[in-house]
């Protein structure tokens, strides 16, 4: 390899290293997140499920956040998910490095968005996240 591509390459890296930096969901804030700008929440409440046939309300394990959005014309369910899914990939909204899930039903005058994540320490801190997001 000649010196001048080995330059090349440590620019392009540190180039992408720095564009990484830049929208990690660590250093993220609400201010930042496109999907806020774009859409209204009007809802946040914690996302639940239940792993028994026969439930109780104690045995609800939390499991990450539900968010209600109001509907637009030309939204879609398929939008939606793309939207919330581009965002969770590139930090911009701060919901964090952990793997998380995204599921988006039509409820009429509005779509629920169901964001889950691993664990309940990780649906916990999901949770709290999407609240700040949502102010």
Do not use: N
């Amino acid at each position: 390899m000649t010196a001048r591509w080995m330059v090349v390459l440590g620019i392009g890296s540190a180039l992408a290293m720095g564009a990484a930096g830049t929208v990690s969901g660590a250093t993220a804030t609400p201010d930042q997140c496109r999907i806020t700008k774009t859409y209204r929440i009007s809802a946040v409440t914690p996302y639940r499920v239940v792993d028994h046939i026969v439930p109780t309300e104690d045995e609800a394990v939390l499991r990450g956040a539900t968010l209600v959005v109001d509907a637009q014309p030309g939204l879609t369910k398929e939008w939606l998910t793309a939207e919330f899914e581009k965002s969770i990939a590139t930090g911009e909204c701060g919901l964090g490095a952990e793997p998380v899930g995204v599921t988006v039903q039509s409820a009429g005058p509005a779509f629920q968005i169901q964001l889950t994540a691993q664990g309940e320490k990780a649906a916990a801190d999901l949770l709290q996240r999407v609240k700040q997001m949502a102010r």
